[in-house]
């Protein structure tokens, strides 16, 4: 089956800095790929998500996400982090209606 | 369009007592599923539905059941709660499996003593 490991359970940067979240997988043919984020006390909701039509995939919020097969990653970046980005992210991957989240980052935006 | 709702949005069981988790969605999405959340765990799928009438089991499905009669609703029963099944338990729907994005609901926090 396949699954998804996110390097690191929390990341912290300061307010203007880079975000990177690290999202690798493990699957024997490329699967779906999405990214979620969740606010306190909700639901979760998507950011973005690779379907094979191309590499770098761009989402709400200002977020995008590289598809790099080679080394089996989905990693998460945005250029500029606001205050309203805290939350915990998780990396998901789907192959025949076998959805697999990763343990989750929890993000904290230092003012 | 309410979207997803999960009712009830607190509930705490005794060990041994069964309960019914409710989901209801009003998007006449065919692909419905269950998640519990545990911390530093992630989401694991329990159950999933790609349409009235069929679900299948996910990644724990151990200790529930579900049933789908209907394309709006998705009701997942706790047949005898044990205090491992304490967690958050969420329901999902997208248009269908696959690709398609998935609408989460509120969530149900459920505590087994």
């Known amino acids: 089956a396949q699954s998804v490991t996110q390097l690191g359970s929390h990341v912290s940067v300061s307010e203007g800095a880079l975000v990177l979240l690290r999202c690798n997988y493990s699957?024997?043919?490329?699967?779906?790929l999405f990214w979620y984020v969740q606010y306190p006390n909700q639901g979760l909701q998507l950011l973005l998500k690779y379907t094979s039509a191309a590499t770098l995939v761009k989402g709400i919020n200002g977020f995008e996400a590289e598809f790099k097969k080679s080394e089996t990653s989905f990693h998460l970046t945005k250029p500029s982090a606001h205050m309203s980005d805290a939350a915990e992210y998780f990396c998901?991957?789907?192959?025949?209606?076998?959805?697999?989240f990763g343990a989750g980052t929890r993000l904290t935006v230092k003012p | 369009n309410a979207g997803v709702t999960q009712t009830p949005k607190f509930q705490v069981l005794k060990t041994g007592q069964s309960m019914t988790l409710q989901c209801a969605q009003d998007m006449n999405h065919e692909y419905m599923s269950w998640y519990r959340q545990d911390p530093g765990m992630g989401l694991r799928l329990i159950h999933y539905?790609?349409?009235?009438?069929?679900?299948d089991q996910g990644e724990v499905p151990n200790g529930y059941n579900v049933s789908r009669s209907t394309t709006e609703d998705f009701p997942l029963r706790l047949l005898s709660a044990a205090p491992s099944q304490t967690s958050v338990y969420f329901c999902?729907?997208?248009?269908?499996?696959?690709?398609?994005?998935?609408?989460f609901g509120p969530g149900t926090r459920l505590t087994v003593t």
């Open positions: 539905s790609v349409g009235a009438g069929i679900t």
């Open positions: 999902a729907s997208s248009y269908s499996a696959g690709s398609y994005e998935q609408y």
């Open positions: 699957s024997s043919v490329p699967p779906y």
């Open positions: 998901a991957v789907n192959l025949n209606n076998d959805m697999r």
